[in-house]
C-alpha cells in the first residue's frame, strides 16, 4: 500500500524559507516516475509547483523559478524535499505532494504554507 506523508508547512512572513518534506512508503524505485508537489490556494485550482522526473530532471513553474527547489533523497531515495526561499504572500496554499508509481498518481494530505506581510 502506497503511503504519501508531507511535513515542513508552517506560518512565515514574505521573504522567509521553509523546507518542505515528503516521504512516500511502499513505493518502488524501479517503478516511480516522478515525485512532485502541487499548491492548492484558497479559492484556485490546483497547480503544479515543482517536480522531478526519474530522480534527475525538475521542472518548475515560472512563478516559482529562481525561488523554489526541488530534491531527492540518496539515502533513503523514497524523500521529496521542497526548499522554499524568498516566499510571497501568493505562495500560501495547502501543498500537496504527489508520487507517480506505475501510472497511478498517489497523493498525500497535504501541509499548509501561510505567508503574510
Known amino acids: 500500500q502506497v503511503q504519501v506523508a508531507e511535513s515542513g508547512g508552517g506560518a512565515v512572513q514574505t521573504g522567509g524559507s521553509l523546507r518542505l518534506s515528503c516521504v512516500a512508503s511502499g513505493v518502488n ?16 485550482q490546483r497547480d503544479l509547483v515543482a517536480r522531478i522526473i526519474n ?4 521542472n518548475y513553474a515560472d512563478s ?35 508520487v507517480q508509481m506505475g501510472g497511478n498518481d498517489y497523493w498525500g494530505q497535504g501541509t499548509q504554507v501561510t505567508v503574510s506581510a
Open 55 to 58: 530522480g534527475r530532471a525538475t
Open 64 to 98: 516559482v523559478k529562481g525561488r523554489f527547489t526541488i530534491s531527492r533523497g540518496v539515502a533513503p531515495w523514497n524523500t521529496v524535499y521542497l526548499y522554499m526561499n524568498s516566499l510571497k504572500e501568493e505562495d500560501t496554499g495547502i501543498y500537496l505532494c504527489y
Open 29 to 44: 524505485i524501479f517503478s516511480t516516475k516522478e515525485m512532485g508537489w502541487y499548491r492548492q490556494a484558497p479559492g484556485k
